[in-house]
C-alpha cells in the first residue's frame, strides 16, 4: 500500500496542477488578452510615429543645417546664426527642430554668438549641447572658458578651461591648460599657473604648448 501512495502522489499532484492552472487562465484570459492586445497597439504606434512623424522631421531638420554650416565654414558667423531670408541659420533651426536637427547645431550657435561678442547667449548654447563626441564636449567646454574669460569672468574661464582639459585627456588638453595657466597668472595665482605649465611638461611634452612651456615655467620660477 506504501508503495502505490508513493507511485500515487506526483500523477495526484500534477492533476491539481493543472486544474489550477487551467482555472488561472480562465479566470485572468480577457484581461491577459487586453494587456497583449495593448502592449501590441502602443508598439505599432510608437513604430508608425518613428517611421512617419520623427524620422522625417529630423530628415527635414538635418537638411535645414547646410546653408548655415556652410556659412560657418566660411566663417560668415552673422549669416551662420540668423540666416539670409531665404535659408536657415542655426538659431532658426534650433528653435523649429531642437535636437532633431542634430547635437552640434548647439556648439555650432554657440561658437557663433562667441565670434558676434554675444558671450551670455555663447554659453546657453554650450550648456545646451549634449553631444557625446568627447573633442567636440572638450572644445564646447573650452569655448564657455573663452566666453567667461571674454567677459571678464576669470575663476569661471579657469574653471572651464580645467574641466576641458580633464574631458579631452589628450595633446589637444595641453592648450586648456595653457589657457588655465594664463589666467591664473592674471588672478595672481601663481601656483595654479605653474601646476598647469608643470602638467603640460610631464603630460603633453610633444603638443605645441609643450615645445615652449619652459619660458612659463621660468617665468613664475623667477618671480619666487
Known amino acids: 500500500m506504501t508503495k502505490n501512495n508513493n507511485v500515487q502522489e506526483p500523477e495526484i499532484n ?4 493543472l486544474s489550477k492552472t487551467e482555472k488561472f487562465f480562465e479566470t485572468y484570459k480577457k484581461p491577459m488578452l487586453y494587456t497583449i492586445a495593448a502592449i501590441v497597439i502602443v508598439g505599432a ?3 508608425a510615429y518613428y517611421q512617419f512623424i520623427h524620422l522625417p522631421k529630423q530628415q527635414e531638420a538635418m537638411g535645414q543645417t547646410f546653408a548655415a554650416e556652410a556659412a560657418f565654414r ?3 558667423f552673422e549669416k551662420a546664426l540668423n540666416g539670409d531670408g531665404n535659408t536657415m541659420g542655426f538659431k532658426q533651426v534650433i528653435d523649429e527642430y531642437g535636437a532633431k536637427a542634430g547635437e552640434a547645431v548647439y556648439f555650432y550657435a554657440g561658437v557663433c554668438e562667441l565670434h558676434l561678442g554675444n558671450f551670455a ?6 550648456d545646451q549641447y ?3 563626441d568627447p573633442i567636440m564636449a572638450a572644445r564646447a567646454i573650452g569655448c564657455k572658458g573663452d566666453a567667461y574669460s571674454s567677459m571678464n569672468e576669470l575663476e569661471k574661464a579657469a574653471a572651464e578651461y580645467v574641466k576641458a582639459a580633464k574631458s579631452a ?3 589637444l588638453a595641453a592648450g586648456y591648460l595653457k589657457k588655465a595657466g594664463i589666467v591664473y597668472e592674471e588672478l595672481g595665482k601663481s601656483a595654479e599657473a605653474l601646476k598647469m605649465y608643470e602638467e603640460i611638461k610631464t603630460k603633453y611634452p610633444k603638443s605645441p604648448e609643450g ?6 615655467i621660468s617665468r613664475i620660477q623667477a618671480t619666487k
Open 169 to 171: 585627456d589628450n595633446l
Open 211 to 216: 615645445f615652449e612651456i619652459n619660458k612659463y
Open 121 to 126: 547667449e555663447a554659453i546657453k548654447y554650450f
Open 74 to 76: 566660411a566663417n560668415d
Open 130 to 132: 549634449k553631444g557625446s
Open 14 to 17: 500534477v492533476g491539481e496542477a
Open 45 to 47: 504606434i510608437a513604430l
